[in-house]
């Protein structure tokens, strides 16, 4: 599980490392990208920026036609030029299982949180409850629903094939960035600097194996998010 932050075009056209990649390269490393599939493993190859760019370009009308009648206009104009600059952090499941039901139990602050993180979080019964209660009063939900944001501001969810053909549940990234500040003024309460610090995985002050990878994975997402409303740019979860 790592998160990108970048355009769509770098990331369909492989032309970005997730993080074990560059700690190979700096470490003088070769690395390849596997993809496991129904068929099996296979080598990750890259393919033509030009093309994919104009795939993404399609698919970017695609949404904004599909979006026609929201509610907030949606207005999908980012760079999408291939050699813009990428971000890229790696959570693992732990770290993203971890912020996910840190968010739920924010919504459910009587219920105790678990002190480690359960091998079937998805059906933990506060995370469950939450995720079946939907978007109404929901503070995370822009952080707990989506798997894929776009720059941009409209407060609404909404499922549309990514360009992989598979149903994906869309968000803006401002709206990701608010939810993930107001996650932290309802619970974390971190300063800047110790965001940072939680980046690079120092969380000395955790109480457990659940809160570390909490703060961690919380983040990794803010910073992320942060970098994707600066630069305008797409934020996708890669697992």
């Given at each position: 599980?790592?998160?990108?932050?970048?355009?769509?075009?770098?990331?369909?056209?492989?032309?970005?490392?997730?993080?074990?990649?560059?700690?190979?390269?700096?470490?003088?490393?070769?690395?390849?990208?596997?993809?496991?599939?129904?068929?099996?493993?296979?080598?990750?190859?890259?393919?033509?920026?030009?093309?994919?760019?104009?795939?993404?370009?399609?698919?970017?009308?695609?949404?904004?036609?599909?979006?026609?009648?929201?509610?907030?206009?949606?207005?999908?104009?980012?760079?999408?030029?291939?050699?813009?600059?990428?971000?890229?952090?790696?959570?693992?499941?732990?770290?993203?299982?971890?912020?996910?039901?840190?968010?739920?139990?924010?919504?459910?602050?009587?219920?105790?949180?678990?002190?480690?993180?359960?091998?079937?979080?998805?059906?933990?019964?506060?995370?469950?409850?939450?995720?079946?209660?939907?978007?109404?009063?929901?503070?995370?939900?822009?952080?707990?629903?989506?798997?894929?944001?776009?720059?941009?501001?409209?407060?609404?969810?909404?499922?549309?094939?990514?360009?992989?053909?598979?149903?994906?549940?869309?968000?803006?990234?401002?709206?990701?960035?608010?939810?993930?500040?107001?996650?932290?003024?309802?619970?974390?309460?971190?300063?800047?600097?110790?965001?940072?610090?939680?980046?690079?995985?120092?969380?000395q002050e955790a109480e457990n194996?659940?809160?570390?990878?909490?703060?961690?994975?919380?983040?990794?997402?803010?910073?992320?998010?942060?970098?994707?409303?600066?630069?305008?740019?797409?934020?996708?979860?890669?697992?």
């Open positions: 599980m790592d998160v990108y932050t970048g355009t769509l075009t770098r990331y369909y056209s492989g032309d970005w490392e997730t993080y074990w990649a560059r700690v190979a390269r700096e470490a003088g490393a070769d690395s390849i990208r596997i993809e496991v599939g129904e068929d099996g493993a296979e080598i990750v190859e890259k393919r033509d920026p030009g093309e994919v760019y104009r795939e993404v370009l399609a698919w970017r009308n695609a949404v904004q036609e599909a979006t026609s009648d929201a509610p907030d206009p949606v207005r999908l104009d980012w760079d999408e030029s291939p050699e813009r600059p990428y971000f890229t952090e790696k959570p693992d499941w732990d770290g993203y299982a971890a912020l996910m039901l840190h968010a739920a139990y924010a919504m459910r602050p009587d219920a105790k949180r678990p002190e480690d993180i359960p091998e079937d979080w998805r059906n933990d019964p506060v995370y469950l409850e939450v995720m079946e209660g939907g978007l109404e009063n929901n503070l995370c939900s822009f952080i707990m629903f989506p798997e894929l944001w776009l720059p941009g501001d409209f407060t609404f969810l909404f499922m549309h094939e990514d360009l992989k053909g598979s149903e994906t549940v869309i968000a803006a990234t401002e709206t990701l960035r608010a939810n993930l500040h107001g996650l932290n003024d309802h619970t974390f309460r971190a300063e800047p600097e110790t965001a940072a610090r939680w980046l690079k995985g120092e969380v194996r659940f809160e570390a990878n909490a703060m961690h994975g919380f983040a990794i997402f803010l910073y992320l998010a942060e970098q994707a409303v600066a630069n305008s740019l797409p934020m996708t979860l890669d697992y």
